[in-house]
């Protein structure tokens, strides 16, 4: 099976778990999307009722187009269920996430759930996070003096490119290129990249949340409940 049959098994194995009158949070990324198709699936074939808290304007959009109603977080009671997917999984179910730029309103999307349901192939899990990168979302005001502090700490990134919104940063950093990508909330992405495996996540946390202009980093902690995971042979595993 390749990497896009794994991923619409698992969107069609998650969407099994929404019931009619969930309020369902969308995550963002492409198993996320799976996902939402699955869900658009149900909801046109099944008549299923649902309302649904989208993690980025992208998502909310492909849910809206596909009939499903999306409100503001603000307006939503409370959220069911939230399913997304992951950058990096840990053996004690920590997350890295945010190759999609959303890990802000992920991270307060999950935090606002009842259950988050984390959908990844095989290629997620890690024995220690920190094999790619981590992202941490910055507020552009100031953002190279932000990054200064970050590299004062000993840490080595670079800011994410690629346009993907269109909200502009007010601020424009020096010497810098046309192309930084900035997220949905109008912040711009670093992304820390590590010669060694994480032994103490939590710690770099702390460290990079104290740094006035650091609004959020990739790392989800104590969030994922239910972590699915694909494999190449079609079968479907929940991490114990
Ligand atoms: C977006 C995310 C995504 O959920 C994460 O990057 C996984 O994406 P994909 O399912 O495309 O591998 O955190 O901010």
Not at 167 to 173: H, K, V
Request: hydrophobic share 40%; glycine share 8%; net charge neutral.
């Amino acid at each position: 099976m390749d990497a896009i049959e794994i991923k619409k098994e698992l969107g069609q194995k998650a969407a099994q778990l929404i019931q009619s009158g969930m309020i369902v949070g969308l995550g963002t990324g492409s198993t996320a999307e799976c996902f939402i198709h699955s869900l658009i699936h149900r909801v046109k074939t099944e008549k299923l009722s649902i309302q649904a808290v989208a993690s980025s304007e992208h998502s909310a959009e492909l849910a809206r187009a596909g009939g499903v109603p999306v409100m503001d977080l603000n307006e939503a009671p409370h959220v069911d269920i939230t399913v997304d997917g992951a950058d990096e999984i840990d053996p004690q179910k920590r997350l890295i996430k945010g190759a999609g730029g959303a890990l802000l309103r992920e991270k307060i999307l999950a935090s606002a759930s009842r259950s988050m349901v984390v959908l990844a192939d095989e290629s997620k899990l890690v024995s220690h996070l920190g094999k790619t990168k981590l992202p941490i979302e910055i507020l552009s005001y100031g953002a190279a003096a932000t990054r200064r502090h970050i590299e004062a700490l000993g840490y080595k990134g670079s800011w994410r490119l690629g346009l993907f919104s269109e909200i502009r940063p007010t601020f424009r950093l020096p010497q810098q290129t046309e192309n930084l990508f900035v997220t949905d909330n109008g912040h711009l992405i670093f992304d820390l990249t590590f010669s060694h495996p994480l032994q103490n996540p939590e710690q770099l946390h702390s460290e990079l949340i104290q740094i006035p202009g650091v609004l959020e980093t990739g790392f989800f902690f104590h969030l994922a409940k239910t972590i699915l995971i694909g494999h190449s042979n079609g079968q479907i595993k929940q991490l114990s």
